[in-house]
Nanobody, 123 residues
Framework: VQLQASGGGLVQAGDSLRLSCAVS????????VGWFRQAPGKEREFVAS????????NYANSVKGRFIISRDNIEKSVFLQMNSLKLEDTAIYYC?????????????????WGQGTLVTVSS
C-alpha cells in the first residue's frame, strides 16, 4: 500500500495551494481518506476527511470554510484545496486511509499513511 502526497510548497499568507495524494495497493473506494498535519513541536492533528460512502466531508474547525477535501475514486486520489492560507497552517500535511471508516478525527483510526508534504506559509 502506498499513499503519495504532493503539492506542498512555500506560499504567502492569503494564497491558495492544492495538495494531492495518490493511493495504490488497496481498494480505494472502500476507504475513508483524511488529511492530517503536524506543525513543528506539535502533535499531529486532524484537518479533514471524506468517507468511503457518503457525501459530507468532515473538517476541523480551524480550516472550515477555507479548505475543501475531495476524492476521485477512478483516479484513486484525494485532494485538499487550501484557500486563504494563514501562518498557522504551516505544517507537514499527511494523507491517510481508514477502511470503511466514519471520517474520524482520531489519527489512530487510520491504518495507512503517506510520507507527508511540507506547506510553509509566510507573511
Amino acid at each position: 500500500v502506498q499513499l503519495q502526497a504532493s503539492g506542498g510548497g512555500l506560499v504567502q499568507a492569503g494564497d491558495s495551494l492544492r495538495l494531492s495524494c495518490a493511493v495504490s495497493g488497496l481498494t480505494f473506494s472502500d476507504y475513508t481518506v483524511g488529511w492530517f498535519r503536524q506543525a513543528p513541536g506539535k502533535e499531529r492533528e486532524f484537518v479533514a476527511s471524506f468517507r468511503w460512502r457518503g457525501v459530507n466531508p468532515n473538517y476541523a474547525n480551524s480550516v472550515k470554510g477555507r479548505f475543501i477535501i475531495s476524492r476521485d475514486n477512478i483516479e484513486k486520489s484525494v485532494f485538499l484545496q487550501m484557500n486563504s492560507l494563514k501562518l498557522e497552517d504551516t505544517a507537514i500535511y499527511y494523507c491517510a486511509a481508514d477502511w470503511r471508516g466514519y471520517g474520524s478525527d482520531d489519527k489512530s483510526e487510520y491504518e495507512y499513511w503517506g510520507q507527508g508534504t511540507l506547506v510553509t506559509v509566510s507573511s
